[in-house]
């Protein structure tokens, strides 16, 4: 693919990471810190680039640094859907399309981000770059469903129009606090505690 970098090196603040995530695992078995090395290279992507992902480069850079064979870790990161391959949008919509969601509304939550983002469907990126899409399994919180992922945030209790209105608010380069969007107080009953009331 022509979008790969030819080459990968982790950047100083990447570097002083690695000590301690390989601090974490006994001696000979360093190759269990392949996840947060991976990660850390989308991260790093993510700042230089403006785009979280990991190439294939930073895949052989990560074999070499934990002494393991990269096929090993293209299994690992191919397996993972916390993994962007290829470059993606500024904002990576995640969509749940698990039952919970899909029962309370999880369609208009993707129509929502197709219509406001610009995005033909999931797997695609808007064409002023600032958006991809994608519908993922269960992301834990469905209690709160319908729910959608920007980057690491959670918006929870979205319906069409405060998915729009979150879309909005990304492109003006706001960033909503995350949670529900309707007040829930964490995982409460919608209309607000039903027990417990007073001490």
Known sequence: MSEQPDSFAFDAESEAQIPKIL??????????????????????????TGSAWV????????????????????????FYYMFNLRPIGRYHLQVCGTTPCMLRGAEEVMRACCDAAGVKGPGQTSADGLFTLTEVECLGACVNAPVLQVDEDYYEDLDYDRTVALIEALKRGERPPPGSTIGRQGSAAEGGPTSLTEV
């Open 23 to 48: 601090a974490r695992y006994p001696a000979g078995k360093q190759a269990s810190a392949v996840i947060p090395l991976l990660y850390l290279v989308q991260e790093q992507m993510r700042r230089q």
């Open 55 to 78: 190439p294939k480069a930073a895949m052989d850079v990560v074999a070499q640094r934990l002494s393991m064979p990269p096929i090993r870790v293209y299994e690992v990161a191919t």
